[in-house]
């Protein structure tokens, strides 16, 4: 078939300049358009984010793509395209490595990429990221005119443009740049490894809704309360809330209060003065003091003591605290937001947490949901846990086939986003272990991950507690919360029984911090000999 003419290709872009279409949908226009005009197996475009490019829309590319982040120092290729003055298109033997290797979808086996080419997008004169095309035949792009490629970029950067004041995006936009390069700029004072920062990733209604509520709530003033299973990402969404508001060029300043000795709670949360206590040989501010102007974050708030959680009231209501061993006051201005992977209702009905706490935290009260309401995003946060495991071990490139996408779809996720990154970094270890050489496209199948029903049923045990052969089941006739709190109290006996009643070695048998495990002992009335 030939290939339309550009303006007979372009006519459905010009028209929707002058809609109002959602960003998702106007990026898939914008691709499938390309793929009409530059025939091709795959395209995607992606915004320049500080050091990083980030895929806005690919088409033709697997689903796990979306998630990846891919830093420009690793990739030749995109530095090239970021560099030239217009577009570039790559010989097939140019023997640079291409990061969509073994990612173009429906492929049987891991044929890489043999044509690719691409283009810079300048959006207000400034670069905001490429354009680009693969295809798997040698010689497909050999005849192609590149001021074509030019003139669809450039209507693409329009698109772009006017989508971004349409939806009166423009400042908005500046402060991400701002943001992202302070980033790059900090970790490279560091010696980052290279990996992108955490984000909230995926498209579907769960996360939505998720972005929606942060949408709403971020700009205010109002303490939010973080609910959601281990593993959501539930410091992911409080460091999206500072940064939608008006504090975010102000500190976050995050503390685990399920880490916290009970000694040195008050200590850490509201400071000091010498000779408070055995050892405090100086003043010292407390974490309140160093969010003044900015936010606090109370993860694990549920683990706080009852006495601490009163003292806390009293500064969430009038901004006012006392350093330990102190009588001056200090006025601090701090929103909080506090996370807890537990029913807080359910912890004030029991007794465990203060009412008058929990409505003074819970103002506006957001729920993350759990990995297995949230459908194919597994994918593309999949794909962002195997791009930093590929640049972590240098590889070339790590693919997922089509089994193993199948069986991550498949899977319950009772450890959510945390079990998934784990579980990826552990199969792109056994894969490699299969080849005697280091391949170039690394593919991960179903038998690397290992989520069999067999294997399934009993991640939650083998993750917590790696020591336990067999771990009996919780007894029968219990609701859900009394039937977890009594496979935790199983779990933590065996630990204790394992490892001679040594509670540091239990702990770290279970993968939790020390305190925590004194914590959940006494919650669930396990006396300490």
């Not at 929707?16 to 960003?23: F, I, R, V, W, Y």
């Amino acid at each position: 078939m030939t290939p339309p003419s550009l303006l007979t290709a372009l006519l459905p872009l010009m028209a929707d300049l002058a809609q109002d279409l959602p960003e998702a949908e106007r990026h898939r226009r914008l691709l499938e358009t390309l793929r009409v005009l530059l025939p091709c197996d795959a395209t995607a475009m992606l915004r320049l984010e500080g050091a990083w490019l980030v895929p806005l829309a690919v088409n033709g590319l697997s689903g796990d793509t979306l998630g990846r982040r891919f830093r420009v120092t690793e990739h030749p290729r995109f530095a090239q395209l970021l560099a030239a003055p217009g577009p570039v298109r790559f010989a097939a033997d140019c023997g640079l490595p291409d990061p969509f290797d073994g990612l173009v979808d429906g492929v049987q086996g891991h044929l890489p990429v043999h044509d690719c080419m691409g283009c810079a997008l300048q959006v207000d004169g400034r670069l905001w990221g490429l354009l680009t095309l693969d295809a798997l035949d040698v010689g497909r792009f050999s005849r192609v005119e590149l001021d074509v490629l030019q003139a669809f970029a450039s209507l693409a950067a329009a698109t772009v443009a006017l989508a971004t004041r349409m939806h009166g995006l423009a400042a908005r936009a500046e402060d991400e740049r701002q943001r992202a390069d302070s980033y790059a700029q900090a970790a490279a004072q560091l010696g980052h490894s290279g990996h992108g920062p955490r984000q909230l990733i995926g498209h579907g209604a769960a996360h939505k809704r998720l972005m929606k509520e942060i949408a709403l709530a971020g700009p205010t003033e109002l303490c939010v309360l973080i609910q959601g299973e281990t593993g959501t990402g539930k410091e992911l969404v409080a460091q999206a809330l500072h940064a939608a508001s008006a504090r975010a060029k102000r500190p976050l300043v995050s503390i685990n209060c399920a880490a916290l000795p009970d000694n040195l709670v008050e200590s850490e949360l509201f400071g000091h003065v010498r000779g408070a206590f055995t050892g405090a040989v100086g003043d010292r501010r407390g974490k309140f003091e160093l969010a003044d102007g900015g936010t606090l974050f109370l993860d694990e708030v549920a683990e706080l003591p009852l006495q601490v959680q009163a003292k806390l009231l009293r500064v969430l209501q009038g901004g006012h605290l006392q350093r330990l061993g102190s009588d001056r006051e200090h006025r601090v201005d701090v929103r909080v937001i506090a996370a807890s992977n537990r029913n807080l209702a359910d912890e004030v009905r029991a007794g465990r947490l203060r009412a008058d706490f929990y409505h003074r935290l819970s103002v506006y009260p957001l729920l993350v949901p759990p990995l297995r309401e949230r459908g194919r995003d597994v994918l593309p946060i999949g794909g962002f846990f195997l791009e930093e495991a590929r640049s972590r071990m240098g590889l070339g490139a790590v693919r997922l086939d089509a089994g193993a996408q199948a069986a991550l779809l498949a899977y319950d996720w009772p450890g959510n986003v945390r079990e998934l990154e784990h579980l990826l970094g552990r199969s792109v270890v056994k894969a490699l272990g299969r080849h005697a050489q280091r391949p170039r496209i690394l593919t991960l199948g179903a038998e690397d991950l290992g989520l069999g029903v067999d294997d399934a049923a009993g991640a939650t045990v083998s993750a917590a507690s790696p020591q336990t052969d067999a771990m009996p089941s919780p007894a029968a006739g219990l609701g859900l919360r009394d039937a977890v709190a009594d496979l935790e109290r199983r779990m933590v006996l065996q630990a204790l029984e394992q490892h001679g009643h040594q509670w540091a070695a239990a702990a770290r048998a279970l993968g939790i911090d020390p305190a925590n495990l004194a914590r959940m002992a006494k919650r669930l009335g396990i006396a300490r000999g």
